[in-house]
């Protein structure tokens, strides 16, 4: 009996040929509530022969391929990463004089002023960045291998006489959903999850956007890889985090911000290595820099559990102070008050998704029940930023103390990096003031994020606590043996019976040959 399967058509470019890949089990799906959604599916695959010849080529290895539905204009994770790795290699040339000379005092200081992004970064962690950046195969470890990729056909657009109806499409307002796993994985292009029952009323006032139209793309990448919300063993989630934080700082070299970093946005990889290594992926949202930019008219609503909180709140942490004198008081109606910047997604706000990623690994994953439940308010499956939430950041303290009475005493060691943690990105806040394009007041907080990341391994490595896989319960944990997962779902956990759900092999999978001549298309 044949086993049910989806077999997809890539033309490779490179190769000048069309291949195929045929699924082994799905890793994840994004059951979107809106059509206009991305629709993204990620399958494990294998290459074949032909969508009748079902047989693997010789020397094919297990791949991951995504689809994913984009904007009509919006660039490839190809085409996104490429831009990266340019820019990255711009920016080693303004190295390579550096790395191979040594600096006394004035040369150091003349060089951080040319170079903002290494202002007070420690010389140990400034020869690591030069020796990544001296060979390209050594930064592209900290991102996936894109193997092929096709661009296929867009949706129709817009009609003239279309009018929005109410009631359709229009999120509810959101009802407060616990920090338990299953709701952790919601993805950026999620608007509301499918587990938040309805509610008749409170709409949520609808935000303006374009309702572009959509073209399909798909992608084959190299690495099999384990998103760190999946990772069983705290010990390899935190070395997987400690890597991505240095693909966050390449990202900062190369003057990107990535936008939607996430337990499944980051991953781990075995490989045939002895230690394994951390990846981030999902570049769909990666966004060149521009403080002075626009941005896009359609809503991305972030992965809520880990959104930084002034996106949430669309409200700067930093208020400027002025001194009041209370005689001659102006009237009410006199008083013009200073406009803060516009609301735009930051290096440090990256940062800070990495920072909600690990306090949810340690409060929720880490199985403890109470703790679990003190957090709730804290991490809620809508785009709200609850009171609990925000003190997080701007008064950690609190929440430290709060934890020690729950925590069990082996997680408690864990309390003293995440106060420091908040700590550091609230002074980064604090500190930046309005002047959010001076790339050297992000410089330095790598650096820091890292020596917490290292001071919870040396931990970690000693406690070897094991986590909950997301879609599990401590329960369900301790009633079979622990095991390590599988390459799990990335944006919705699916139950193991629907693991290898599809069709026979399809041809409908094809893309028209009138797609194929819009293929090569550059986008904006």
């Known amino acids: 009996q ?38 993204t599916r990620v399958f494990k695959v294998i290459e074949v022969g032909g969508f009748d010849d079902l047989a693997p080529v010789r020397g094919a290895k297990n791949k991951i391929l995504k689809y994913v539905w984009l904007d009509a204009e919006a660039k490839t994770e190809r085409e996104i990463q490429e831009s990266i790795f340019k820019d990255l290699d711009k920016f080693a ?53 894109i ?12 009609s003239p006489d279309a009018k929005i109806k109410d009631g359709i499409f229009t999120r509810v307002a959101p009802s407060t959903v616990s920090a338990t796993l299953p709701h952790a994985d919601t993805s950026r292009s999620h608007q509301m999850s499918a587990m938040s029952p309805p509610q008749a009323e409170g709409n949520v006032p609808r935000q303006p956007r374009d309702y572009v139209a959509k073209r399909q793309y798909r992608v084959v990448f190299d690495e099999v890889c384990e998103a760190l919300q999946n990772v069983q063993e705290l010990k390899t989630v935190i070395r997987g985090m400690k890597d991505c934080v240095t693909g966050l700082q390449l990202m900062f070299l190369a003057g990107w911000v990535h936008r939607d970093i996430s337990g499944g946005n980051m991953l781990w990889f075995s490989g045939t290595e002895t230690d394994g290594r951390g990846i981030l992926s ?59 910047p516009r609301m735009i997604h930051n290096f440090q706000h990256d940062l800070e998704s990495l920072f909600w990623v ?135 956990t699916r139950a193991s019976t629907k693991a290898d759900a599809g069709s026979g092999s399809r041809k409908s999978q094809r893309i028209s040959e009138q797609a194929r001549s819009a293929r090569g298309r550059t986008n904006a």
């Open 282 to 340: 999902d570049l769909e949202y990666a966004k060149k820099f521009d403080p002075e930019g626009q941005g896009s008219a359609d809503p991305k609503t972030g992965t809520p559990f880990f959104m930084p909180i002034e996106i949430q709140r669309q409200i700067h942490i930093y208020e400027p102070t002025k001194e009041t004198k209370f005689r001659g008081l102006p009237l009410l109606s006199a008083i013009e008050e200073s406009e803060s």
């Open 93 to 145: 040339k303004k190295l390579e004089d550096r790395c191979k000379r040594k600096d006394d005092e004035r040369e150091q200081h003349e060089q951080e002023s040319e170079l903002p992004e290494f202002y007070e970064v420690p010389e140990e962690d400034k020869k690591m960045l030069c020796a990544i950046l001296s060979r390209p195969e050594n930064y592209k470890r900290y991102f996936l291998t």
């Open 358 to 492: 690990f306090l949810w690994t340690i409060t929720v994953r880490a199985g403890n029940e109470k703790t679990r439940q003190h957090v709730a308010q804290i991490f809620q499956q809508d785009s709200h930023c609850s009171r609990e939430r925000e003190l997080v950041i701007t008064a950690g303290r609190e929440l430290v103390r709060e934890l020690e009475g729950l925590m069990p005493q082996e997680l408690k060691e864990f309390l003293g990096p995440i106060r420091v943690f908040s700590y550091v990105l609230m002074n980064g806040y604090l500190s930046r003031h309005f002047e959010l394009g001076k790339l050297s007041t992000y410089s330095e907080l790598y650096g820091f994020v890292r020596t917490l990341l290292s001071q919870c391994l040396d931990i970690a490595e000693i406690l070897d606590i094991r986590l909950l896989p997301v879609g599990s319960s401590r329960e369900e944990t301790q009633a079979k043996a622990v095991r390590a997962s599988a390459p799990q779902t990335r944006k919705r």
């Open 147 to 158: 193997d092929c990729d096709q661009q296929g056909f867009e949706s129709k657009p817009l």
């Open 2 to 39: 044949r086993k049910l399967c989806l077999v997809f058509e890539v033309q490779d470019e490179q190769k000048n040929r069309n291949r195929y890949f045929k699924t082994l089990h799905s890793v994840a799906e994004h059951l979107s509530l809106c059509v206009t959604g991305r629709s």
